[in-house]
């Protein structure tokens, strides 16, 4: 096979990327290449911009992980995608031989690998990956919406690990990117949503999405939850807010027998009230990115608009202003979801 050439935004540290012509990777024994349409911008692609994961990714790095595109061309040996197909790829590459990976645990294997941290990701026109890391999708699903679906299988993932019942009273703290895809998925399964957020920004787009919000620097959340639920509580509760006073109303807001589902990513050690834990039986649950059922869950919720993928997308931009985009979102923290269209052709 002829090597193509293709674009490639590649991070250099400094707050800084540089889109080059390269040669698109052919797909070894196992890999597909893929046809990139469009990549979203994440909160891990913001850190990385922010020169936070520096020893991680180095300086000469593709990110980007929030994808969908088509099968451009497959490997010895791949059977599960014909060319042409569409896909999203599962960015999760585990070693196979861990402890976690041979009790079935794969999504969090010891040794996981990353792909767009630590491999070259899909702000690049085409991207070759493992095959088992693929997911086929609708052919009538939009390409946009369908870059949505990595984020949504994280929300898929949380819902599914608070075992979520139709008629349930759900509070998610946290009203950012994925607070209100954990909203709108849990929403989707028959839960009761109350999204607790401070920006007044996002306040708006949670309003707009059809949720009850409070913000907790104006009302006393837990009396408003209480109000609610006949003063029962919230039956399950995600923290996302990654902050010390969303950990605070995780459990005061939280019914007896409550299940609170950790989905931040807290880098401090925050006080929690684990006396609450004792009294009124509560769960805590920690959640970490995807197992395969969920991508299947978030290709289905987004394919029959449980999420309203045309609210959360605020930005588009081709791929020769990814500089600008992340600029723009790094003024912006307020926006919910830019996606790079990275290909012409999609
Ligand atoms: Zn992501
Ligand atoms: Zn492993």
């Known amino acids: 096979m002829t090597a193509q050439t293709i674009s490639a935004a590649y991070y250099r540290g400094n707050k800084s990327f540089a889109v080059e012509e390269t040669a698109a990777t052919a797909p070894g024994p196992g890999e597909a290449s893929i ?26 790095r593709v990110i980007g992980h929030e994808m969908s595109g088509v099968v451009e061309a497959i490997g010895e040996g791949v059977d599960s995608v014909q060319p042409g197909q569409k896909v999203v ?51 009538d699903l939009r390409m946009d919406h369908a870059a949505l679906i990595e984020p949504v299988a994280v929300a898929c993932h949380d ?4 075992d979520l019942q139709p008629g349930e009273d759900v509070v998610v703290i946290g009203g950012g990117p994925i607070g209100v895809l954990v909203a709108m998925v849990a929403r989707d399964a028959g839960g009761n949503v109350v999204i607790s957020e401070v920006n007044p920004n996002r306040l708006a787009i949670a309003a ?73 039986e ?37 791929l020769s202003d990814i500089q600008a985009a992340f600029e723009a979102l790094d003024r912006s923290p307020t926006a919910m979801k830019s996606l790079i269209k990275v290909g012409s052709r999609a």
């Open 35 to 60: 046809r990139i349409a469009y990549c979203g911008i994440c909160g891990t692609d913001m850190h990385v911009y922010h020169g936070n994961m520096d020893a991680r990714v180095g300086l000469n």
């Open 89 to 139: 790829v599962r960015p999760l590459d585990h070693c196979g031989e861990c402890p976690a990976c041979k009790r079935g645990h794969k999504h969090i294997c010891q040794n996981l690998k990353f792909l767009g941290l630590d491999t070259d990701g899909a702000m690049q026109e085409i991207w070759t990956v493992p095959a088992h890391t693929l997911h086929r999708l609708p052919d």
């Open 159 to 162: 819902v599914r690990l608070s």
């Open 208 to 280: 707009k999405l059809g949720f009850e919000t409070v913000n907790p620097t104006e009302t006393d959340l837990a009396a408003a939850i209480n109000d609610h639920t006949g003063d029962k509580g919230a039956d399950v509760v995600f923290e996302v807010s990654g902050t010390q006073p969303g950990v605070d109303a995780m459990t005061t807001v939280a019914a007896t027998k409550a299940r609170i589902v950790m989905v931040a990513i807290h880098a401090t050690k925050p006080q929690i009230d684990l006396f609450q834990f004792f009294w009124r």
């Open 282 to 318: 509560l769960q805590l649950i920690g959640a970490r990115v995807y197992e395969p059922e969920d991508y299947e869950k978030a290709i289905a919720v987004v394919t029959s608009g449980g999420v309203d993928a045309d609210v959360v997308i605020t930005d588009v931009s081709p």
